[in-house]
């Protein structure tokens, strides 16, 4: 659709111009298995910082524990640093080795 705009020398014709606006790119948030961190430590990690309902978070737990790895929410980049963030502080902070990485969601 073209807009006019008066000028003083009569009225130009304007075009609008097109712009291809992408949706950013999305990350999915994994937990990692290891061999100490407590199964009941990654329940209270998934209800309290992805905010999942006790029977999904049992769900990721034993896919992280079964398959080595799970998915725990896909965000925008700047989230998803933030998730791994806190997941790490939160471990370390109960003396777990419980790593949490990101990655591009495919």
Known sequence: MAAHRKTQEGT????RESVDIRPP???????????FTPMAFVIQVLE????MDHEKAMRIMLEVHTAGRGICGIYTRDIAASKVEQVVNLAREHQHPLACV?????
């Open 25 to 35: 790119p999305l990350y999915q948030v994994l937990l990692l298995n290891d061999d």
């Open 12 to 15: 130009a014709l304007l075009e």
């Open 48 to 51: 309290s910082i992805f905010r």
């Open 102 to 106: 990101m990655e591009e969601a495919p």
